[in-house]
């Protein structure tokens, strides 16, 4: 009796997650207010994170939170008060209603074909990572995909993101000079009360996150996304990166994780091993080394990207 | 017995979120709107975690459910004023009393 009540219980959630979150992406995209679009699009990924939660994985939900919705939503609210003054939202024109069915039939199809096509009981890759556990130097399955076994795709993941910041700031023009800044900032003494509660325990969580990637949920995405909002609070709260800091010590610090990650699975190549291919013995040290660094460049490259802005090398304010 | 007092403050909590609920819905200005918004928020979020955290397995956990009540707190609380602060700039128009708003407009 107990037991079909939480199996009903636990159905019904899953529906109404699944119908929140379609509505909650159709509205996203529907909305011709872009802030209420953006709005809906953090509200979506926070239920997005839950859904993660209810498919029995925590780790892609705490990416989600933190990266999908919050970093992401910040991004997105930061973008579209830069637009503001230049854009005022000219109505979409609209395509033929025929076209636009015919293409949304297509999709819906290919899409059906390919979970219909899925195996219904598929065996997956999760035995083949639980039996090669013992040489992957962590003790929790992610950390040792993301690190360890496809290690490769997250020096590249590394990469892009470290891209990304290049292609922003090749683009952005340079920051104000500090004097202009402090004159259109006026941050409320509210922000500041939290700015100082919360950075300690941010970054708090951030390093715990960190450490505990190699037992548990968590890691240098997580981790770095953590410290990135911390950069973000910092930054809405008027404080800037001190010139002398903004010149080399920052570029050292966005190639940091990418740099080390590079360094590490190059080293162990001089011991007669593959690229990325660590040894047995210290495998956990090194992965921990590589998820430190990485942490580190991830929270300062998703900060810089919310900034948008190379700082300016003026002196400092 | 402990089964029993976590379900009634589990439900107490409910009842704060669903009225908070309405309030977002139905009040008449963001200022009131904010205030049904961070009560649900603040003392239901209560009521959830103090219902939830007798049962807990460990101590630890009950801990944690606590700072997430405190955690929710200060971002409620920062987020409410900040929101009302811009709300205030932009002007956003003060619902006048029901009695008032028949007699002027």
Known sequence: ?317 | MWNSLSIVLIMIGMVFFIAGTLGLLRFPDVYTRLHALTKADNVGLGFLVAGLMLQADSLTTALLLLLIWVLVMLAGAGAGQLVAQAALQRQHPVAKSQDDGRGHD
Not at chain 1, 128 to 135: D, I, L, Y
Not at chain 1, 196 to 203: E, Y
């Open chain 1, 1 to 317: 009796m107990g037991a079909a009540m939480t199996e009903a219980g636990l159905f019904l959630l899953d529906l109404l997650l699944v119908l929140t979150l379609l509505c909650l992406a159709w509205w996203s995209l529907a909305a011709t207010d872009l802030f209420k679009g953006i709005v809906l699009f953090i509200a979506f990924g926070l239920v997005l994170a839950l859904a993660w939660v209810r498919l029995d994985a925590p780790d892609v939900a705490l990416a989600e939170a933190a990266i999908g919705a919050g970093l992401t939503g910040a991004l997105l609210l930061t973008t579209l008060s830069k637009l503001a003054s230049s854009i005022d939202n000219p109505p979409a024109k609209r395509s033929s209603p025929v076209l636009l069915w015919v293409l949304l039939v297509m999709l819906a199809a290919v899409l059906g074909y390919a979970i219909m096509s899925l195996p219904q009981q598929a065996q997956g890759l999760a035995d083949t990572v639980a039996s090669q556990m013992g040489n992957s130097g962590v003790e929790h399955p992610v950390t040792a995909v993301l690190l360890n076994f496809r290690g490769y795709d997250t020096l590249l993941e590394m990469a892009v993101l470290l891209l990304a910041l290049i292609a922003a700031w090749s683009l952005a023009p340079r920051a104000a000079t500090s004097c202009e800044m402090d004159e259109a900032l006026t941050v409320s003494p509210i922000v500041l009360a939290l700015f100082r509660m919360l950075i300690p325990l941010m970054i708090l969580v951030a390093a715990y996150l960190l450490w505990v990637g190699a037992h548990a949920p968590g890691g240098a995405f997580q981790a770095g996304s953590v410290l990135a909002a911390a950069g973000v609070l910092a930054l809405l709260c008027g404080k800037r990166l001190e010139g002398r800091l903004a010149g080399w010590p920052l570029r050292l610090g966005l190639v940091l994780g990418t740099a080390m990650f590079v360094a590490v699975a190059a080293a162990v190549m001089v011991g007669g091993a593959h690229l990325l291919q660590y040894p047995l013995a210290s495998a956990g040290k090194l992965i921990l080394l590589i998820e430190a660094a990485a942490t580190f460049s991830i929270g300062l490259t998703l900060a810089m990207l919310f900034s948008g802005q190379r700082p300016s090398r003026g002196p400092a304010s």
